[in-house]
């Protein structure tokens, strides 16, 4: 399934199953972008990152693709567990003083 | 070993008081944060410190007032507290320059205003 990060919306997968969460972020400037998984009751946890100058990334069952020409950022979940429950943020980097400005999440729900 | 630890983790407090959240890292970043998590799970930044210098510094009310008294920490203070600064404030690190650093984010300080 896929899902907008807009707005929190939810995303509900049955475990075993791939993720995809998509992202569209705004300053077409923007060099490095991170995604971040958020667990209810605690900070934003990094997942992965991916630069600019890249179009995709692979970690430990999570993929981020880049698509620079729309501006369009997603994150795949492999194999989707119950643990992977959480809200799940884009984020870009630009400008001055590192900042990183987040997109508005959206939340993964894993069905058993 | 917790890398970016805040305190108090749960505030309650009355309208109109000040209170002040505490943050510290111990990854040997030179640039802290501060944001702002709404009811909608939103962040936002509010401050950035680098060296114990202010260097972003977004629209946010007088009333909060950051302070640096070493790279290791960044604490913010709130004077005169109002119903909607109820929030989560989350205290982050980072080392500064170049491309992909990333930041590292405390587990949060949830400020509720009664």
């Known amino acids: 399934g896929e899902s907008v990060g807009l707005h929190l919306p939810t995303l509900s997968v049955q475990e075993g199953d791939n993720s995809i969460i998509n992202c569209a972020y705004s300053?077409?400037?923007?060099?490095?972008f991170i995604w971040y998984k958020q667990e209810s009751g605690k900070g934003p946890q990094f997942i992965i990152d991916i630069r600019s100058n890249m179009d995709k990334r692979q970690g430990q069952r999570v993929t981020v693709l880049l698509n620079k020409t729309v501006k369009h950022l997603s994150l795949q979940i492999a194999a989707t567990q119950p643990g992977d429950s959480a809200v799940y943020f884009c984020?870009?980097?630009?400008?001055?003083?590192?900042?990183?400005?987040f997109g508005g999440g959206t939340r993964l729900m894993v069905k058993p | 070993d917790t890398a970016v630890s805040q305190t108090p983790k749960y505030l309650v407090t009355q309208m109109g008081n000040d209170k002040s959240i505490k943050c510290e890292q111990n990854l040997g970043h030179d640039t802290m944060y501060w944001y702002k998590q709404d009811s909608k799970k939103f962040l936002k930044i509010m401050f950035s410190?680098?060296?114990?210098?202010?260097?972003i510094n977004e629209t946010v009310p007088n009333r909060f007032s950051p302070k640096s008294p070493d790279k290791a920490h960044l604490n913010l203070h709130i004077n005169s507290l109002e119903l909607g600064d109820s929030a989560v404030y989350f205290c982050a690190s980072s080392q500064y320059g170049g491309n992909g650093n990333t930041i590292y984010f405390g587990e949060g300080s949830w400020l509720t205003v009664v």
């Open positions: 300053n077409s400037a923007s060099d490095y």
């Open positions: 984020a870009e980097k630009s400008g001055a003083g590192n900042m990183l400005t």
């Open positions: 410190y680098n060296n114990k210098e202010l260097i």
